[in-house]
């Protein structure tokens, strides 16, 4: 039976405007279904306005430091509305590049409206009936909200709500100590709130490298950020207005609530079970707030229904704008085309974009121990070796390279200024497959990249100071050429 549609996505954010995009540039006829507005978590409340308030937050704590430079900046007054202006304009100016206008102008038909399957190959939304050869479900995830006592009560907000207030809460009780919670934290800080981060887990950033999360954490509470680790909300109490946190005994008055305990996926609008699409069988990739589980799929992105694919969040695993474009790539290809590429998840690199930035791609140390027991390397190369990280009082950090004892890179760590844009170099290294030797190559004097091109000499240095057959060899060599003259 003929179909209307070669594809038809569902979700307008980072995945499914990428196959929307490239699909009907391939002509393909694609119809763009989204609830919403076009543009996801990412342009609204995610990447684009996090990283805008960051910024801001970032010129706030530089004027309030540039004494040490000899730079008197007397009266620095932050006006926090204004810093919320410049992320509302960030996020103006790069709302375009996902406007109806141009996906429609690119041949895509756009259609506003939350609908749902109805059998294996029917979407229907607005009462129309979708048919098409191919579905890609991209519908994202939203806000965990634990169940804590007095929470709803008290109110709260959201990565959802916190782009758009424009008081400066002097108070903020941040729960979650992810990348949210340390982003925000951090920026909010800097702005002037008096900022509180409780995390469940043992410390912050827990899915990075200890040594490089705990070189953020000092920075957080040295800027006067208090951190309760391996700590619960116990209740939320409001007691003549003013909210309080319960947390180990302990009444912290905040002015208000932001919530940041990690994600859940949004799958229940879709009648998923008329499709045969079915979810995974645990929460994996959701932490655990997330007791709802993401759409299960194959190594080529296809559901439990093979017509139908699915990426970005609402899968879990690997929560990050850039993934859901990787992913939305393949889906391109094999919904499109013929269903035969596998996603690849060897190079996947991201960067949580505090002050030091932390970034990492491959294995952790811990994980590399886990699969190659002892037989690596772990090279480390301190920023404070960096003379331009000298020049600019940028000292705090280093880089961590993982590799086996061949050379070839496992994984790596980079905690400092401009971390998210150093480690794309060991990125491509590791995509190409090429070992540690060849980011020792010419680097320019002085950058910061020359943590990455220290990094790799310190571990031929280590190497050749371990080689005393080598070393035996040279001098022996020296001594001939000096008798011969
Ligand atoms: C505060 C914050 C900061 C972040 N910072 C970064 C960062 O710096 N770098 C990074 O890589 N990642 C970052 N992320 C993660 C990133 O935003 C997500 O991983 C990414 O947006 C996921 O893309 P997606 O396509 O899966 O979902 P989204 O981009 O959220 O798109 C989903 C779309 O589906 C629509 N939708 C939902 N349900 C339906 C339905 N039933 N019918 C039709 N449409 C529906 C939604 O309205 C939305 O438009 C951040 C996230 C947050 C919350
Ligand atoms: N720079 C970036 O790329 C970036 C920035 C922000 C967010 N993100 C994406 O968004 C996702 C969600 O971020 P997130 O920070 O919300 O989630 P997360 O799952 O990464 O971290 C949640 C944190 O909250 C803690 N927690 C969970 N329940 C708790 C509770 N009841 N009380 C106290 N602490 C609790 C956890 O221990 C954990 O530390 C991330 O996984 C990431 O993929 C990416």
Known sequence: MAVEYDVVVIGGGSGGLVVAGVAAALKAKVALVERDRLGGDCLWYGCVPSKSLIHASRVAYEVKHASRFGILCNDNKIDFAKAIGHVQSAIAAIEPHDSPQRFESLGAEVIFGSGEFVDPHTFVVNNRRLSARTFVIATGSRPAIPSIPGLQLAGYITNEEVFEITDRPD???????GPIGCELGQAFARLGSQVTIISSSDRLLPKEDPEAAAVVQQQLISEGIRILTKTRVERVEVVNGQKYLIAKNEKIAVDQILVATGRNPNVESLNLKAAKVELQQDAAGYNQQGDQKGIRVNAKLQTTNPRIYACGDVIGGYQFTHVASHEANVIIRNALFLPILKVDYRVIP?????????????????????????????IIQEYADVDRAQAEAATQGFAKIITKRNGEILGAHIVGAAAGELIHEIVLAMSHKLKISALGGIHIYPTLAEVISKAAFARTQERYEK????????????RLLRSLG
């Open 171 to 177: 108070t903020l009780g941040i729960i979650g100590g």
């Open 350 to 378: 991201w960067a949580t974009f505090t002050d030091p930035e932390l970034a990492r791609v491959g294995l952790t140390e811990a994980e590399a121990r886990q699969r190659y027991g002892n037989n690596i390397d772990v």
């Open 467 to 478: 080689n005393h057959t080598l070393q035996g060899l040279l001098e022996k060599m020296f």
